[in-house]
């Protein structure tokens, strides 16, 4: 398709939602709404999907592609991804199954391991029920301390808690239960924190620069987050030669063995012996100006309105590929 083809696609950005990543997701939409326009598209709506009328003004828009920038449920673990499959509207990032693995972080992880990657020693817990003093003990003695607990569904470290006593951990459960019903606890992996962006559609997938992220707290909070990047993203990562290279690989066989498209970031600690973690993929990373893939392709000579430009042919490209 060349460029005025493309560019004479009618785009809805869909945002917002029901999450606790609300307000990130329409920060998200309006930047890539804003972005697509500056890129030269000319029609580019922007619907919230916790609208009242959202589906009647979906299908009125006779849309040709939708750009999802949804975060949390309903909007990235594959829910709308089956709306707009039921619809026949072409959507950017990944489609239902991949989105719905992806964000149950457990089932991740079994697709990891499958797929020879690394990932930390963890227990998955039911979230209708406390935890007793016996299970905190048998935790602690298996995992040891620290250790995270976290929701089993959930992103943006809603929910998460660096646990250092053996006291906080039925704390730690119920606040991750709150949030994403299911529980996970990890075992707390020392070394580098880096972010691997991967862009394209199957065998055509490729890492970006990786993104080395520098805190100065016990871990990526919300906090950290959403502060300017350049207080806390390294591009790129300093990392050995190798390791880099093996981190980049890893990060493109999780896209690849979860069936991500468009996109994905994959975050990982790198141990002291150079051997990276994987922590969880992201199949539709933040897309604020603060963000860290947007980042890492800026620094890869991408710039924000191609990139999400690059995000609608990736999406046109899959759908005419499934037929």
Known sequence: MDREQLLGKRVVVIGGGWSDEREISLSSATECQA?????????????????HDFVARLVAGSYDVAFVALHGV?????????????????????????SAVASEKQLAKAVFQDAGIPVPEGVDLPGDEPLSEKAADALVERLGLPLFVKPAANGSSYGITRVTERGQLADAAR???????????????????????????????????????????????????YEPSAMHHVIPARLEP??????????????????CRGCSRSDFIVRADGTPVILETNTIPGMTAESLLPDSARHGGIEFPELCTRFVEYALEGAERRG
Do not use: M
């Open 35 to 51: 972005a697509l326009r500056e890129a030269g598209f000319q029609s580019v709506d922007l619907l919230d999907l916790a609208a």
């Open 175 to 225: 606040l991750a239960a709150g949030a994403g019903g299911r529980v996970l606890v990890e075992s707390c992996v020392e070394g580098t924190e880096i972010t691997v962006p991967v862009l394209g559609n199957g065998e055509e997938a490729h890492a970006l620069p990786i993104v080395e992220i520098v805190t100065g707290s016990e871990f990526y909070d919300l906090k950290v987050k």
């Open 242 to 259: 190798g390791v880099y290279k093996r981190s980049q690989e890893l990060a493109v066989r999780a896209h690849r063995a979860l069936g």
């Open 74 to 98: 309903y909007g990235e673990d594959g829910c709308v991804q089956g709306l707009l499959e039921v619809l026949h509207i072409p959507y950017t990032f990944s489609g239902v199954a991949a």
